[in-house]
């Protein structure tokens, strides 16, 4: 669709950018703060851990001066629910909520909305010890813990994400970390895991609501529109597979607390189905999201599995990267597009794949939207005068801007968008090195130099799309 006069963005668009605890905080095991799953994992010995990272703990003021300087309407962050109980459940650390306090207030301070996740993927180690999300006590103390936040933190957080990527941690749990090493029937406890995970979250939409009710709460996958290879009808059906699998699963059970058919067919099939109750099924047709935030890096291509198009390709290290389809033989399989171009880690570069994903998204449950991921990581080059020309960022952002402006036109209602990251963080996967922020630490992967911040080229571009509310998206601009 050509729209012969493109909407502007809406008044009061909620130009943002976006953390997690775990990849800026720092201060892994200070002033009360219990191990997380993150901590205990065993990652490339190469990189950076997470122990430091951007080290925002202790650089709390100057990163939120540098957000206010950006411009930026609101912050999505999230909460270490190792910090705020290092046990997971029982005494509350005071330090480790008087940390997120100070935060609120600093952002409070300069008219920046805070956006709160209540999960990004840092389970309490204590609770891993006890089975993790495949125990049920898990949902119970999830609730205990987004009831304590809303109650600490309600009377000035008006938005609320529950679970960062949900689907990502069941798909691809082999390399978010979701399941040990060695995990019997990994795939079936995996889906056993998404539903406690569900019903966490439908017990936090609830308290949210009762606690909050001036409040809006929302789940935040990780959605992707998905291609078939070719219009071969047996491609057609892989893709569409595939989405249920991959997408409507999650947010079928989100919105309106029942399973996706097509996906409950596959986990019949294979036999992953969970273990459910009447009662829990009641719980999540109770759970009511206000909005839907989705994350979006890019499109999926899929086939069946004897398409004559090229299998997704990768380098062994990328092989099982959460942006890859995969392959499952007997449902889909994923596929090179040869339409589309690559960045620096394999993961493609589909500007107008957000446009239809928003589209699909709004499509299927009439719910307002907003973009709490999306952005471009790459070896960022730090230069003379402490200037980083990443033109390649801004490119990138410009493009999906414009389709994201494309799908407001359509009708889909969208109120924010916060980019991946505000600040250089620690990647879950390719440490330091791999940066998306608009401001750049001074570090590496093990030298942490002086951790200086400097605003990029990208950082002065944002900063001219907020204060013309998107009206101006050109990429050129003076740095």
């Not at 493109?6 to 008044?11: A, L, Q, S």
């Not at 306090?101 to 990004?120: F, G, K």
């Not at 103390?141 to 990527?165: C, M, P, Q, S």
């Not at 493609?348 to 991921?373: H, K, M, Q, S, W």
Request: charged content about 20%; glycine content about 6%; hydrophobic content about 40%.
């Amino acid at each position: 669709m050509q729209h012969q006069q493109v909407k502007p963005f809406p008044n009061g668009f909620l130009w943002g950018a976006s953390t997690s605890a775990y990849q800026v905080e720092g201060a892994w095991n200070e002033e009360g703060k219990g191990p997380s799953v993150i901590d205990k994992a065993i990652f490339d010995a190469e990189l950076s851990d997470f122990k430091v990272t951007s080290d925002h703990y202790h650089h709390l003021e100057q990163d939120v001066a540098l957000f206010a300087e950006l411009g930026l309407k609101t912050y999505r962050f999230s909460i270490s629910w190792a910090r705020l109980f290092p046990q997971g459940s029982g005494e509350i650390n005071p330090k480790g909520a008087a940390f997120y306090q100070r935060l609120i207030d600093l952002l409070y301070a300069h008219n920046i909305e805070p956006l709160v996740t209540l999960y990004h993927f840092d389970l309490p180690w204590a609770l891993q010890e006890k089975g993790g999300w495949s125990n049920p006590e898990t949902v119970t103390a999830f609730e205990h813990y987004a009831r304590t936040a809303f109650e600490l933190y309600g009377d000035r957080v008006k938005y609320w994400l529950t679970i960062n990527e949900q689907n990502m941690m069941i798909l691809k749990g082999e390399v978010i970390g979701t399941l040990p090493p060695g995990t019997a029937d990994p795939q079936k406890v995996l889906y056993q895991q998404n539903h406690h995970m569900m019903l966490a979250q439908a017990k936090a939409m609830i308290a949210c609501h009762q606690l909050l009710p001036n409040a809006k709460i929302g789940p935040a996958p990780n959605i992707s529109s998905v291609y078939p290879a070719s219009a071969r009808p047996e491609d057609v059906l892989a893709a569409n597979n595939f989405s249920a699998i991959r997408n409507w699963l999650y947010l079928d059970l989100a919105c309106h607390g029942v399973y996706n058919a097509v996906a409950w067919s596959f986990m019949k099939e294979k036999g992953y189905l969970p273990c459910i109750t009447d009662e829990e099924m009641a719980l999540l047709r109770r759970g009511k999201p206000d909005f839907i935030a989705f994350n979006y890096y890019a499109s999926a291509t899929v086939g069946a599995d004897d398409s004559a198009q090229a299998r997704e390709q990768g380098e062994p290290s990328k092989a099982v990267d959460q942006q890859m389809a995969g392959i499952d033989t007997s449902v889909y399989a994923g596929m090179n597009n040869p339409y589309l171009k690559k960045n620096q880690f394999n993961w493609y570069i589909d500007p107008v794949g957000f446009r239809i994903t928003a589209r699909e998204i709004y499509e299927r449950y009439r719910l307002p939207l907003i973009v709490t991921e999306n952005g471009l990581g790459a070896f960022d080059q730090l230069e003379a005068g402490n200037k980083i020309y990443d033109d390649y960022r801004i490119m990138y952002l410009q493009k999906h801007l414009e389709q994201l402006q494309l799908a407001i036109s359509d009708g889909v209602e969208m109120f924010g968008y916060c980019p991946w990251s505000a600040i250089d963080l620690v990647s879950t996967h390719q440490g330091i090195g791999k940066r998306y922020g608009f401001i750049y630490v001074n570090r590496d992967e093990k030298d942490l130099k002086d951790l200086a911040r400097f605003k990029k080229k990208s950082f002065v571009w944002y900063q001219r799309v907020i204060s013309s509310n998107g009206a101006n998206l050109d990429s050129q601009v003076e740095y």
